[in-house]
């Protein structure tokens, strides 16, 4: 219990996006914001008081946590669940689907050849 109590999800370690609700607009942390000299890596927490939206000019209270864009998908409760793949990101389940769908065809392709 010792490790894994003190133990972080990809969800917890990654930085959270910011997304403006007037406009759509998202604040990423890892590319920060070159029109307003903001760093990349600066958390949205840490952003100036006076800080805008680049495209709306809203305030930082019109800005809603949508997560990390690496994050796994789902609720956190459920990231132990399901032989491990739970704690997969989007992409990686993309690529193990889509990848195990092209061995299956290469398996049923191959079988053309035998005689």
Excluded: H
Aim: hydrophobic residues 35%.
């Amino acid at each position: 219990m010792s490790d894994q109590a003190n133990e972080q999800t990809l969800a917890e370690q990654a930085p959270a996006r910011y997304e403006c609700r007037s406009c759509g607009y998202v604040y990423e942390p890892s590319k920060g914001d070159d029109n307003r000299n903001i760093p990349p890596g600066t958390p949205f927490e840490e952003l100036p008081s006076d800080w805008r939206c680049p495209v709306c000019s809203a305030r930082t209270s019109a800005f809603e946590n949508i997560g990390s864009s690496g994050a796994p998908s789902g609720f956190q409760e459920n990231l132990g669940y399901g032989l491990g793949v739970n704690t997969l990101t989007p992409a990686q389940k993309n690529l193990l689907i889509f990848g195990s769908l092209a061995l299956v065809f290469l398996f049923f392709m191959s079988l053309y050849g035998l005689r």
